[in-house]
């Protein structure tokens, strides 16, 4: 059919969707049946330039209002393998097309129009069929092709699109491009209004000091205490000074007077203050209520003499629950005849006053509820006003017609769509100071109302509006209003229902745009967790989609390029998972000795609260959505990974400590005389237990064998975690192997020497001892000289290993290097390569104190413990 004959809001939304790429032929309204579920879709036949495809949209509501509202689900190049079978389905509301092979089957409504509108549907896609048939017959004769490349470049920037709208968050979400858009719409149902009694007071004070004057009498006047008070002074001070200065600072006096005149049934805080020169603004609130005031700024605009701020105003601004308010104190422009001028400073502070920054602020207008307090300096016209003070008249409606504010507002020059309360008190200036009579100076002044209080803004109700006679410090009177003020505030109850109503709605549109990853179980526990034992755990997902989705476990730290702990090994770190299909990911933990170091610096670092928990992996699925996995565990402490120096010092197994208890002790300084001629205890025992067992006829040590997969381990890890004194509990094979494994695991190497210091020293007996005395610290020396004089010893003894074995296998195990090179590389990276060179030098550093008749020890015969 004609698009032109369609819907008009459909029409001008999938045109807006391919307004770049190509040309909408046709459009056809239909659905598809998923098991019970009836899934809306749009049909648009596009074209461009000299190929055709049939696009299908999910839609998520009639008529779509923008291009967000249509999804593209599939997309079919009109070719060779495409046609349309419509007619054994005429009578079943339904037609079926076939891309390469595969059939797919709409539906429609049976009405007239809809069977109209679908004979014409299918006769424009026959019609695009020949086309392509022709164009393919001639670019075949011309040897070119047909391309359909933009259908694959539309997809790409629709998905793109999609990817870049997703709603950020750790948790699930829907993937709907105006959520926001629609949960605006439906304010009315969710925003209610809760009153707030907001008190506005001005006062032109003369430049009267603060300290004998009460203002109780003129900030307690409500019988309920106000929610917010904004409080404006002017002519608090005007000197030559202060104005060439362009004073801002605070006058605390001014501050501190307001908030102990403010009514004495609540607590209040100051909010914030603003002044410049004379005037100033004092914003307090209720205690409680400044927790729900956010994004508050202050702003002043000079106006006045050369700008220097003797007239101008200053503002508040700030956010109460949903609704903003902005509260201006001003002092305009004096004299009778300045009305233009004061009409100027009112228009610059309007166009002027700015809350916030360059990138995000707001004006005056932008606000929901605006209060503007303070000498507005509007006189009144006419010698009426004389002959009214005369007659000591008080029908203040006579004097109305002249009031400039008034007249000046009737002819919308100023305070547009303001609104003032009706005022029933006597002209607030201009009196004689500590009286209550009108001026009596030369000048005479006509009494007037100058000060002023309006307001802009729905839902504002005008309590009271009056002035103050009794305080007569200055030649003005103060003036307060008071107002009830119905604030937005969001209803989190009826927020939520409605949040769940629209992802609901959206339900469909997730359900056809993102992959379906169900993961049975987010939480693995792995129990205690032992040295040098491996624990595994199983992670079965599925895709529960109707789509194919790939997945992988997300690095977490770009520097780092891991996506979990060392200790723990993923069988599956990325895959592909067709629709309905399981997949089982086997997680192993296993802290050996190139991990353990791993696991203690993370148990160090770990909160208390959390130590249990090892790692959290991120199951990421392409343009889906991250499942996030908590690994837990609690592992035991062994000897196995602990420093030299801190095994010395432990005088309990260490299974009994807790990890904070090793840290206490790791800082602990170890004692002079331990340092000289003692080894670690599990040293000693092992080393011991093979100088007492039969070991000339067991190859204890073989080169390149692996050491820490023995069957006998956890029984000898726990006897020397525990201190037992229960016998050896394996051979000496097992002890030999436990002995490596021991040396291997420790998170400072015996011997720490640059690959420099080992090459150089070789085989140099000399040298090497005098490397040894002076690099290695006490305990260090210690444990490799002891070791060397086992291995010699067992060399005597006859055991079945070449001295040159010997020296390779425990070469590697006791010299390593955490030494930077002059290259900034480390040094251990190259000495842990166990290259043939390395090796080599490795081995002749052994054999200088393996090989050498003149080798001697000078320590008594102790080693950390007692031999019994």
Known sequence: MNPDQHDPAIINTVKQKFRVCGTILAIFQGYQIDGDRRKNRLL???????????????????????????????????????????????????????????????????????????????GKLKLEITEYMCNSTQTSVTGGSIDFEWVDEFKRAEMLSLNQNITDGSQAKPRNFHFEEELQKRRNEYIVFKQFKIYTGTWNVNGQLAEDIDLKEWLSTTEDPPDIYAVGLQEIEFSAEKVILNETKIDRTWVNKIMSGLHSGAKYKELTSVRLVGMMLTVAVKA??????????????????????????????????????????????????????????????????????????????????????????????????????????????????????????????????????????????????????????????????????????????????????????????????????????????????????????????????????????????????????????????????????????????????????????????????PTGNSLSIWIDVFVGAKTISYMLQKLKNADK?????????????????????????????????????????????????????????????????????????????????????????????????????????PEIRDWLDSWSSEAFPGGPRSAAEALLLFLESLPQPVVDISVQDCKVCEDDYAKCRELIRTKLKPVNRQVFLYICKFLKELRKRGCLVRLEELATIFGKVLIRSTQPTEAGTTAGK???????????????????????????????????????
């Open 44 to 122: 648009v036949i596009v074209r461009s330039e000299s190929s055709s495809a049939l696009f299908t949209f999910s839609v998520v509501r009639y008529p779509p209002e923008s291009v967000s509202d249509l999804t593209v689900v599939s997309a079919y190049p009109i070719n060779a393998s495409f046609w349309v079978n419509p007619v054994s389905c005429l009578h079943s509301r339904q037609f079926t097309i076939f891309s390469n092979n595969e059939p797919i089957v709409y539906y429609y409504e049976d009405s007239p129009d809809a069977i109209a509108s679908r004979d014409n549907f299918i």
């Open 288 to 577: 409680p209520l400044k927790d729900h005031i956010s994004d508050f700024w202050t702003a002043a605009v000079p106006t006045g003499l050369i700008n220097r701020g003797n007239k101008g105003g200053v503002g508040v601004s700030f956010q109460l629950n949903e609704s903003l308010l902005c509260f201006v104190n001003v002092h305009l422009a004096a004299h009778t005849q300045e009305v233009e001028r004061r009409n100027e400073d009112h228009d610059e502070i309007i166009q002027s006053m700015f809350f916030g920054n360059t990138m995000e602020g707001r004006f005056i207008d932008d606000h929901h509820h605006i209060f503007w307090i303070g000498d507005l300096n509007y006189r009144l016209n006419g010698d009426m006003t004389q002959a009214f003070v005369s007659e000591k008249n008080n029908d203040y409606n006579q004097l109305f017609p002249f009031d400039q504010l008034y007249l000046e507002k009737f002819r919308e020059k100023i305070f547009q769509n303001y609104n003032e309360g009706k005022i029933t008190f006597a002209p607030t200036y201009k009196y004689d100071p500590g009286t209550d009579n009108w001026d009596s100076s030369e000048k005479k002044r006509s009494p007037a109302w100058c000060d002023r209080i309006l307001w802009k803004g729905s839902q504002i109700d005008l309590l009271k509006y009056d002035s103050v006679m009794q305080l007569r410090k200055s030649d003005h009177k103060p003036v307060f209003a008071v107002f009830n003020v119905n604030i937005e505030t969001k209803d989190d109850e009826k927020l939520k229902k409605v949040r769940i109503e629209l992802l609901k709605t959206y339900d469909e549109y997730e359900n056809d745009n993102q992959p379906q990853l169900i993961v049975r179980q987010t939480e693995l526990n792995f129990g205690y967790i032992r040295f040098n034992e491996k624990f595994s755990r199983e992670l079965i997902i599925t895709n529960n989609g109707h789509v194919p989705l790939k997945f992988k476990f997300a690095v977490k730290d770009e520097r780092l390029n891991k996506v979990c702990e060392e200790f723990i090994q993923i069988s599956h770190e990325s895959g592909e998972l």
């Open 609 to 713: 609260k959390m130590k249990s928990r090892l790692d959290i992996l991120v199951l990421r699925v392409e343009n889906g959505r991250d499942t996030f996995i908590t690994i837990y565990g609690e592992y035991i402490l062994s000897c196995f990974g602990v420093s030299l120096e801190t095994l010395l010092k432990l005088n309990k197994p260490i299974c009994e400590y807790e990890i904070n208890e090793l840290i206490t002790l790791e800082k602990k300084e170890v004692q002079h005389n331990l340092s000289v001629d003692h080894i670690p205890r599990e040293i000693w025992r092992l080393v011991n237990y093979l100088n007492n067992s039969d070991v000339e006829s067991v190859k204890l040590f073989t080169l390149n064998q692996p050491h820490s997969n023995h069957e006998k381990f």
């Open 830 to 868: 190259e000495m842990c390569s166990y290259t043939e060179g390395v090796r080599d030098m490795r081995q002749k550093f052994m054999m200088a104190f393996l090989k050498n008749e003149g080798f001697r020890f000078g320590w008594s015969n102790k080693f950390g413990i007692s031999k019994t």
